[in-house]
């Protein structure tokens, strides 16, 4: 007796091939997971070595806030970026940066374990908890990254430091955090801040203007340098200060 097929095979040959099928598919998805650390590990390389080279049109912090300003509805929202190389800048404000926020810049790889052990040290005596991030990780988060203080967004900031400081020279990361830095509600960089806070380029800054940029440096939204008070006074004092007792602009000669 001949056997009639129907519906085109046996049903168990259909369901054993379809069941493969869907094993195969698996597999390929599960390599693609597999492979995705893998692929972002190497474009972050990729991004590192191309900005060692290339100047950033724009940072990520900067798109971060002009996104916002735009969900917000905020149409006076200026972003004012110009691109200066460090011997278009007046050395002041890279070493009043340095004086002010890491003054460990060109001895540390990255993280200023001192800093964060003193820090650490201070919370648990009930002291306020502060920063110690240097102008590396500070620049890591600025160039790539977003703002906020989640544990995913400081891993990153981590990995990030870890690639600049192996890739870029101390000079690069240091050009790199006074261009990209903001110093005011959308102005961001030497040269737009010097525009904006005192009518001159950059190159032309003097130590005294310098010193007061970098005061407004950990909040740029409360602090101003254009009206400065009592504190980025007293703060721009104590800068020009450091800026003495860590050797002047010869310190920059030690990157």
Do not use: C
């Amino acid at each position: 007796m001949e056997s009639v097929l129907y519906g085109g095979g046996w049903p168990g040959v259909q369901a054993g091939g379809a069941a493969m099928s869907r094993r195969r598919g698996r597999r390929r998805w599960l390599r693609r997971l597999l492979m995705l650390p893998v692929v972002l590990v190497l474009l972050s390389v990729l991004q590192v070595v191309v900005l060692r080279f290339v100047d950033p049109p724009v940072s990520m912090v900067m798109v971060e806030h002009r996104l916002r300003a735009l969900m917000d509805g905020d149409d006076s929202f200026r972003l004012q970026y110009h691109w200066r190389d460090l011997d278009q800048i007046a050395p002041s404000l890279p070493l009043a940066a340095i004086a002010a926020e890491d003054q460990r810049f060109a001895a540390h790889r990255g993280f200023d374990l001192e800093a964060i052990e003193k820090a650490r040290e201070q919370h648990a005596r009930g002291g306020r908890l502060r920063g110690a991030s240097t102008i590396s990780q500070q620049t890591a988060k600025n160039v790539f990254l977003w703002s906020g203080r989640s544990w995913v967004r400081k891993g990153l900031e981590a990995w990030y430091t870890v690639l600049i400081e192996l890739a870029w020279p101390k000079q690069r990361i240091l050009e790199m955090y006074v261009n990209v830095a903001e110093f005011g509600p959308g102005v961001y960089g030497a040269q737009a801040a010097a525009r904006e806070f005192f009518g001159k380029d950059a190159d032309a800054l003097t130590a005294a203007e310098s010193a007061r940029l970098a005061a407004v440096l950990p909040s740029p939204r409360r602090y101003s340098a254009a009206n400065p008070g009592p504190y980025v006074q007293r703060r721009t004092g104590q800068i020009q200060r450091q800026m003495r007792q860590i050797g002047g602009e010869a310190y920059l000669d030690k990157l």
